[in-house]
């Protein structure tokens, strides 16, 4: 009997022993190796990320995905807490190598530097696909010149911005999930407790993008950045997360690998390597945001291509119809009544001058240095000042733009005359949007060479039909009295040859 006891006190004291490898002892290792992950103040770092989302994750932008997923994102660069630096190089790719975007961003001195280069090309390349150019034979020094880079104040937190280690199972006990294999801790979790995870899955994979301010690559900023919500309320039987950590000198390293099938497969690594001294160096040749928009609204389209600019009759493309017969149209100077829908604001030309102009008082107004933005719900408009171009160039140059990245690929368009007159100084032309899933909408474009100065004036504006109360129409129609077109006229002959 004593021998038996004695056996029965070994096995307990063996099970005991092996228990600790996934208990109190493993779960102690794991959160002092997290702690001195959060202790870092000075590190270099890279990250990768494959995932693929299926179509309900990615909703009405999936046409912009599903030819390139599954995706990879990598990211590399610098922190400095004690110099409020950080340095970081964004790439997206498909699986096969082939870049979709790229993005540089430094912190310094108070200022976020962000690469040109790849933002402006980003920009410009459907312009450039619908004038038939391939951008390959663009120059991006012809037009950046020296400047590499955008400057623009910023006296936010680093943590805001910064890349750094992320506590992806920090909404879960996690314990009964934990287990030492080798140096790595790894945390298993199935099924319905992923949901605990969701929003720190969300966010790890908001690191890889830059703020949605930057472009953020065929919005992909706000799909990933919502995957954690969607996740949240999605259905997680047979969902499985694997995190693991471990530490080599130095550096630290976490993969999570996520799978709801179905809907997501993501795999990630990332490497955290404590350093010191690290110093990120400041760009010198940086254009600020009025010198950058100054840019834009200079730039010489025929030039770049070696030929005419883009609103000759050479590079009108085949769905423009050019009509000369557009008198009296007026985007400046309006003299409003008292008991107005509408009221005025002064938009700048870029040169210190400025023209008044009328948008819908009820809206949302933000200016800039030569645009204004008013939103009024159902209905939008954009004012923008531009330089080197006559009215139907400057509509054309929108329109073009709208229809390589604004309208759904899915949806049908029916186009209006381009009209003008005869010395191209005025310009007005509609586009009817009618989405497969139902939405109707209609752009109109104006254009106008203010005769006393030569500024060239665009009004942009976007009618959400389905939104439309007595108010809009009211709006609408006092707004077509001030700038002599009927805007109601234009929209019901579009929509009734749709």
Known sequence: MKRFIIVLLLMALLIGALGGCGGTSALTGYHTLLEEMR????????????????????????????????????????????NREMWALYRYRQMDGTPLFEMEMVLAGG???????????????????ELGVGFSEVSMEDILGDYEYLAIPYDGALTELMFGPMETVAGLDVEPFLARQGEAYVVTVLDEDVRALT?????????????????????????????????????????????????????FHQTVEMEVPGLLDMRASFSFTAETGIRVP?????????????????????????????????????????????????????????????????LGNGHGGEHIVTVIARGATAAGEYHIVCDADAIVMYYISLDNLDAVEAVLLAVNADRAGYFLPDSSLTFSVLRTNNDRSLAAMAIAEQTAAGMTRVCIYLGQVVAATGDVIRLEMVFYLDLF???????LAELSSHIRVDLLAYITALLSAA
């Open 39 to 82: 202790e870092l103040r000075e590190y270099s770092f890279q990250g990768t990320v494959t995932i693929f989302l299926a179509p309900e994750l990615l909703g009405e932008v999936a046409f912009l995905f599903e030819a390139f997923l599954p995706l990879n994102l990598s990211v590399e660069g610098a922190v400095s807490y004690a």
């Open 111 to 129: 200022r976020m530097y962000m690469g040109l280069s790849s933002m402006l090309e980003h920009m410009l390349r459907p312009v450039f696909a």
């Open 199 to 251: 929003d720190e899955i969300g966010e790890m994979l908001g690191q890889f993008l830059p703020d949605d301010s930057f472009g953020g690559a065929f919005a992909i900023g706000d799909v990933l950045g919502d995957v954690g919500r969607q996740l949240a309320e999605a259905n997680l039987y047979g969902a499985r997360v694997v995190e693991s950590t471990y530490r080599e000198g130095e550096r």
């Open 282 to 346: 400041t760009p010198t040749e940086a254009l600020t945001e009025g010198e950058f928009e100054a840019l834009l609204r200079n730039i010489d389209f025929g030039a770049l291509v070696g030929g005419p600019g883009p609103g000759t009759a050479q590079h009108l493309p085949d769905y423009i119809t050019l009509l000369y017969d557009l008198v009296g149209m007026n985007l400046v100077g309006h003299v409003l009544d008292e008991d107005s829908h509408l009221e005025t604001m002064a």
């Open 469 to 475: 109360t007595p108010e809009d129409y009211e709006t």
